[in-house]
């Protein structure tokens, strides 16, 4: 934003709805482990998921895959709304201050604006391919890049716990959605998929029952092709039926672990 448009923002607010956000929990895979990208403000130690306002002339959904797009650099994303989060302190309980939005922005922010006050965020978790983003910072932001789930940084607001819920989110649709599709590469060995589903649960699946209930499903197909990962040992690859995948999302796949 051009520092009138940040007064604008702050000001005025003519152009985004006041006091609700998006906050877009982006997930990743990336050598057995699930990552999450983050973005940190300028001013600040800690960092928040990729979030932002909505504007007037959009759907929630629509500021959700906007948000993605801008951190990504992707269209078309698979994204899912999970839940809402609002407390009366939320504005405040990040340590963000009028001089930290000054910092920020060169722009004098009352200390009773409309950013401080009460702020409800609807989330949504989204999943990419990993080897596909270019992590790309925002105009009022120090960073934005991928992070272990499990060693994250020192989060602003209630955004540990956004991500903790996401991840919950996560493992009740992974019964219900073909998650794989969206997080492994166009082909895949049967290990990978079954490291994916392992990673993201956090328990250990009987690797051959694994095998036969994802066959059955019958929304992967067996390649004539294999991957070379060793002296003696190269297993086949695999890739996703888009069609099968498609009428899953929509009817939902069985898969009971």
């Not at 504005?91 to 939005?101: M, V």
């Not at 540990?160 to 969206?182: D, N, Q, S, T």
């Not at 059955?216 to 040992?233: D, F, Q, S, V, Y």
Request: glycine fraction near 6%.
């Amino acid at each position: 934003m051009e520092n009138e448009d940040i007064n604008e923002f702050f000001n005025n607010n003519n152009q985004f709805l006041r006091n609700v956000a998006v906050d877009n929990v982006i997930f990743g895979y990336h050598e057995k482990e699930l990552k999450v990208l983050l973005q940190q403000p300028i001013p600040l130690d800690k960092w928040t998921v990729t979030g932002g306002y909505i504007k007037r002339t959009e759907s929630i959904d629509e500021a959700a895959s906007r948000i993605a797009f801008q951190r990504t650099g992707l269209a078309g994303l698979f994204f899912q709304q999970f839940r809402s989060f609002g407390t009366p302190t939320r504005g405040k309980d990040g340590g963000l201050t009028a001089a930290h939005l000054k910092e920020m922005t060169g722009v004098d922010v009352p200390e009773d604006s409309w950013i401080f006050d009460y702020f409800v965020s609807v989330a949504f978790y989204t999943l990419t391919e990993f080897s596909k983003v270019a992590p790309t910072k925002g105009e009022l932001e120090a960073d934005c890049q991928w992070w272990p789930v499990s060693e994250l940084p020192p989060m602003m607001f209630d955004h540990a716990m956004i991500v903790a819920e996401a991840l919950k989110a996560l493992r009740l649709h992974i019964a219900h959605y073909p998650i794989g599709y969206e997080l492994l590469e166009e082909k895949f060995t049967l290990p990978e998929i079954h490291s994916l589903y392992e990673t993201i649960l956090g328990k250990s699946l009987d690797d051959r029952n694994f095998s036969k209930r994802l066959m059955a499903t019958g929304i992967i197909i067996k390649l004539n092709e294999t991957k070379k990962i060793g002296a003696h040992r190269s297993p086949f690859l695999y890739k996703f039926d888009k069609e099968k995948y498609e009428e899953g999302l929509k009817s939902g796949v069985a898969l009971a672990f």
